[in-house]
């Protein structure tokens, strides 16, 4: 369910700069690993520079993460379908600290942890922090 098709979720996604980083990236990598091999050589660059094209090719569209407003859940994508869900599903509490600037998430035990949103979109971030309770 996209965020069209639901008013509850708030998508943010990668930075661009990131994304197409990651692409950039990849070319030269996948580049690097096919001109090695062709001299004779072992590489894994051949491997690992097509798999960062495709992640920072996906991360044009696919959204980084997705907070439910309704259920209070975290949903956390990985560009390659990987899917890690925070928050009430789990007998958790997302919230944004005021006092650290973080996304965190109070765990079952109460001990705070924090959600990494490194390289994500600013103008989206500050969107989910709008709807995040506060502490």
């Known amino acids: 369910m996209t965020t069209q098709q639901n008013p509850h979720l708030v998508a943010v996604r990668l930075s661009t700069g990131f994304a197409v980083?990651?692409?950039v990236l990849g070319a030269v990598l996948g580049l690097v690993g096919l001109l090695?091999?062709?001299a004779g050589g072992f590489s894994v660059w051949i491997v690992l520079g097509p798999l960062f094209l495709i992640m920072g090719i996906l991360s044009l569209s696919k959204p980084y993460c997705t907070y439910d407003t309704a259920t209070g859940a975290l949903y956390l994508?990985?560009?390659l379908g990987i899917k890690y869900t925070y928050g009430a599903p789990k007998g958790e509490r997302v919230y944004f600290d005021r006092a650290t600037s973080?996304?965190?998430?109070a765990r079952q035990n109460g001990a705070?942890?924090?959600v990494s949103m490194f390289s994500v979109n600013r103008e989206e971030l500050a969107r989910l922090?709008?709807?995040l309770p506060q502490a």
């Open 102 to 105: 973080k996304v965190m998430r």
């Open 77 to 79: 994508h990985s560009p």
């Open 36 to 38: 090695v091999i062709l």
């Open 129 to 131: 922090i709008s709807v």
């Open 112 to 114: 705070p942890r924090k």
């Open 21 to 23: 980083l990651e692409i």
